[in-house]
């Protein structure tokens, strides 16, 4: 059973780096590519950046220059990692499947709340 | 970046009848689209992909159709758990970008 799970700080100061975790269970990062997309509350849904099955790396260029996705196979994690956060970063992240290497996403986690305040 | 327009913002519907939810793409985005249902306090589910392809476990009431830039998902028969917000996707072009969604209630 295909399962992936954030977590993370829930509160994160302004200027700050944001560091989040997604450990998946129920399948291999290695023949597996995985998403970050997260929503401001009450608002739509961004992409972020994904790591590829065969860790390589593609970001939104709006955040290309703040964001970082790296990920530890052995351990079954996907990391993300934000700089800079100010408060329009507030916003729930998800972590997601991307199906069979491609661009939309199957499995979700249950997503992490960030609030960027001071 | 392709922008996504969603139509409507929200719609009222009620048990049994039939609900149209519109997205159109900025630029032709050749059916690479997937249509997710997201419900109060849950990750969204992908209910639909390649603008027609329904995703597994999905209900068949659940229908998407269209191509180039205008694309739509019909849901026949509305039930109570339908009730939710429903989101486009476009994977034709990085970013992938998702509408803004539309918010289904039930009259």
């Known amino acids: 059973q295909v399962q992936l799970k954030e977590s993370g700080p829930g509160l994160v100061q302004p200027s700050q780096t944001l560091s989040l975790t997604c450990t998946v269970s129920?399948?291999?990062?290695?023949?597996?590519?995985v998403s970050w997309i997260r929503q401001p509350p009450g608002k739509g849904l961004e992409w972020m950046g994904v790591?590829?099955?065969?860790?390589?790396?593609d970001y939104n260029s709006a955040i290309k220059s703040r964001l970082s996705i790296s990920r530890d196979t052995s351990k079954s994690q996907v990391f993300l990692k934000m700089n800079s956060l100010q408060t329009e970063d507030t916003a729930m992240y998800f972590c997601?499947?991307?199906?069979?290497?491609?661009?939309?996403?199957?499995?979700w986690g249950q997503g992490v709340m960030v609030t960027v305040s001071s | 970046d392709i922008q996504m327009t969603q139509s409507p913002a929200s719609l009222s519907a009620s048990l049994g009848e039939t609900v149209t939810i519109e997205c159109r793409a900025s630029?032709?985005?050749?059916?690479?689209l997937a249509w997710y249902q997201q419900k109060p306090g849950n990750s969204p589910q992908l209910l639909i992909y390649?603008?027609?392809s329904l995703a597994d476990g999905v209900p068949s009431r659940f229908s998407g159709s269209g191509s180039g830039t205008q694309y739509s998902l019909k849901i026949n028969s509305l039930q109570s758990e339908d009730v939710a917000s429903y989101f486009c996707?476009?994977?034709?072009?990085?970013?992938?970008?998702f509408g803004a969604g539309t918010k289904l209630e039930l009259k």
């Open positions: 129920g399948l291999s990062l290695t023949s597996n590519s």
């Open positions: 790591i590829w099955s065969n860790g390589g790396t």
């Open positions: 997601a499947r991307n199906v069979y290497n491609n661009y939309y996403f199957d499995y």
């Open positions: 390649d603008a027609n």
């Open positions: 996707q476009q994977y034709n072009n990085y970013p992938y970008t």
């Open positions: 630029e032709d985005i050749y059916s690479n």
